[in-house]
């Protein structure tokens, strides 16, 4: 069905909501001037539009009037819209053609006590609805097929381990490795905690596993050239060491378990100058290979290169459980070796303070050094060494000779690891390590949907860590993989070429890959990859960008329609602010509608408008509101950090701050602008942002732009 | 002289006796249309000593190429000052391949023109987002001795650039010249790499000065950090940080989209 061509119907349907809606706003009145907006040819009021009877009823009236836009007065879109949305596809009606106004969350709740202003803002909540819904567009969803294979970057303990577990779901699965062993860095270390297994026979055990599986593909000495497509449909292009031809394969999802590397502290304590001082990491690589001179006396020093002040400011997180380890190692061969741990913090968490104890019961000897006096080493007589501290704890400076430095060196990024970023697109941290896209809801994710990570490729952690990691990337990727179609929505962008300037602001906009760039500048949408957040069509310049459902004549039709009084010199005189609120419709939205919920009463100047982010507001959106005659307006949007779109609402910010050093230059007092962020529980705060905002607006008095009236500013 | 070019794009014939005087191919000028204008760094298209004019081509893009968009025959700019930054280098290579994209193709003629006067056998590419877009192909196909035409959309000519990595592997091509889209000439830089064939891109960031004071301009080459408008425009594109340098360029996106905004919105009331 094409509506854009046919003749705009529209019917309206008010839900009093029992006493909710009906009990403080005036019912009736609003369907009667509901029956007076542009395009309406049915208005009614319901008791519960969500009953059946009123389903059926919505059903009923598109079929005899042909209605081709439904709105739906009544309570939040966040609960009910999909069951109206629903309830107009069973009628053959386009679910992106329905449209709903908030009057119960964001009106009557919160404005309980003023029933004749409710009622007015009611009206203008629902002819923003009318404006906008006679822009609406049907919309199709996409599909995509997922190909039930997975590719497994790094074939060290984390990525056989995911590799084995999605194998033995019975997907395919493509192991590579830059080595020509499986093993990453399991293959250098000597026994593993908590258990002290070897570490040989744990990686003999996974290798035999992995390659009885026939549905793992081992790819050995190999690397990822290229990768392109999206979710369920990559292409992967493989480069095998020695071989001319690269190989090309398809996979569904992939999981970056590349792993990480030992710093290799050159030029400290004399490292690489004196072959006594060694890292843990070559410590454990004599332990396996049985080449350990026993030495008499050993110090290890903790954190060297790792938690400095500028550069590698992290905390590796194993190295405290290592040397812990090696030197109960050391004490087990020959009790009579002196062991001594030159530390800054013991970082010992979980069954690790456990063995701690044990060093010490050990007698292994912990002295506490500082930042900004660490140890000195020197070369004494006889070839042996002298470890100078200051011990925090004395507060004196005391030698220690030594004929084996063992040095605890924080694990990095590696090369490949970085090239690797870059050829998958997804982001590596301060740190280094890869980056994933939230930390409690999506801690195995990228951005870019189908790409997880897993193991020390995301960042120090031992073994048990790793597994965990492992399982969890595993089983997210097999989710897709199993429902073998994914649906994607329909919110997506699309580009107007006529009207593009191939500046490329879009593609630098999107943080989830899902714009290319042509070589000439034409933008390439992936739709599988866009999520509807809207911030390229915010960020290019001509308009040429759009957002399905939020498209700019439909954002401005909802904006000009709020501000188009019928009836508006009722109280010339006393100035009652007419606010438009931009809300994503993540955390700020859900924040307004929990003030609603709990009957926090706000000032009724305020009318929310739905966006998909608050990064979707467009620079020309709030011109519009302020040329129409908005008295303030305010976007808000989830708290910074907590973006849905990873930083949405950052964008937002510094729109907003660049907008208010230009808002004078057109007589708009830049206070009348703001911006504030709220999660989903901050329904006080929300309402406190509002009541604040009505304020400020109310001091600076009626917007220079309003429609005039008579000669006089029309203040309703 | 103003001359429409394609949709949006514009070639401008400026008198400036002085500054036709002393242009050499690959320089150019920055303008600025009224006092309060922005200053804008265009690429001369080229330059006739005797009628003491040069020219630039111009894509409106924002608020002051919307602006000088809307400038007609006889207008005058507030002030133009060039030629800077340093002139190509125009040698006889042997084969030169010159690849322009969008309004650079404007530019890139004139190089194109002074290969082939010093003795060079020039291959031209054109490039465009789409066939509407595609300016100069006339020009171009006069001064080269062969051209090949290239869009985004495939509309006209080759669709994309992979037909390129088959034009190096058949033809011996000396020098490669690139001037377009950042995007056009990493690809372009990227595919000649495989090759070992020397390239040149002209890169014209974001400038304030144009005279190497500010910074503004800078770009990554190599382990350098290079000023385009005083080093340049001429780099070497298998050197050039591309990312680097498209992050920078998109720095004041949301201040250009805001200026363009408002002087429309200005405009309109």
Known sequence: MDAGKEEIRIGVFICRCGFNIGGVIDVPIVTEYAKTLPHVVFAEEGLYTCSSAGLDSIKKQIEKFRLNRVIVASCTPATHEPLFQKTCEEAGLNKYLFEMANIREQCSWVHMHLPKEATEKAKDLLRMAVAKASYLEPLTEMEIDITPSALVIGGGIAGITAARSLATQGFQVHLVDKEAELGGMLKHLHTLQPTGREASQVLREAIIAVKSNNNIHLHMSTSIHEVSGFIGNFDVTLQTKNSDQPEHIKVGTIIVATGAEEFKPVGMYGYKENQNVITQLEFEQLLRKRELKKPGKVVMIQCVGAREKTGRTYCSRICCQVAINNALHLKKLDPSIEVTILFRDMQTYGENEHLYKEAMENSVNFIRYDLNKPPKVTSGRDRDLIVTVYDTCLGAEIELESDLIVLSAPLIQHEDGRRLSSILKVPLGADGFFFEVHPKLRPVDFASEGIYVCGTAHGPKNIVESLAQAYAAASKASIPMAAKKIKSGAVKASVDQEICVNCDACVVSCVFNAIEASPFGLPKIIEANCKGCGVCASECPMGAMQLKQFKDDQIIAAIEALFKYETCIEQVGSFKPVILCFACQWCSYAAADLAGVSRIQYPPNVRVLRVPCSGRVDVLHVLRAFQSGADGVIITGCLIGDCHYIDGNVKAKDRVDVMKKCLGSLGIDPRRLEIGFASSSEGQKFAAMITGFVDVIKQLGPSPSRPKLGGEVCTR | ?269
């Open chain 2, 1 to 269: 002289m103003k001359r429409e070019l394609a949709r949006h794009i514009n070639l401008f014939e400026f008198s400036a006796k002085e500054v036709a005087a002393k242009t050499k191919p690959g320089q150019f000028v920055i303008l600025r249309i009224d006092e309060d204008g922005e200053r804008i760094p265009l690429t001369i298209a080229n330059a006739d000593e005797q009628k003491g004019t040069i020219a630039v081509a111009c894509h409106e893009v924002g608020r002051t190429t919307t602006q000088l968009g809307r400038l007609k025959e006889g207008d005058s700019v507030s002030d133009l000052l060039g030629p800077l930054g340093k002139p190509a280098r125009i040698e006889k290579y042997g084969t030169v391949l010159c690849v322009g994209g969008g309004v650079m193709v404007a530019p890139l003629h004139f190089q194109a023109q002074a290969f082939r006067e010093a003795g060079n056998n020039v291959i031209g590419v054109v490039g465009a987002t789409t066939k509407d877009h595609l300016i100069f192909l006339d020009e171009m196909e006069t001064t080269c001795n062969e051209l090949f035409v290239a869009t985004d959309d495939g509309t006209k000519g080759y669709k994309g650039m992979d037909f390129l990595s088959d034009l190096l592997k058949e033809k011996k091509i000396d020098r490669v010249v690139a001037e377009g889209p950042i995007v056009m000439m990493k690809t372009v830089s990227d595919l000649t790499r495989q090759h070992g064939i020397p390239t040149i891109v002209n890169l014209i960031p974001i400038m304030v000065d144009g005279m190497g004071m500010c910074g503004a301009c800078r770009v990554t080459v190599g382990e350098k950090t290079l000023f385009a408008c005083v080093d340049g425009l001429e780099f070497d594109g298998h050197q050039v940080d591309f990312d680097e340098l498209l992050a920078r360029m998109k720095m004041y996106t949301t201040q250009e989209k805001i200026a363009y905004v408002f002087s429309e919105e200005e405009g309109r009331n």
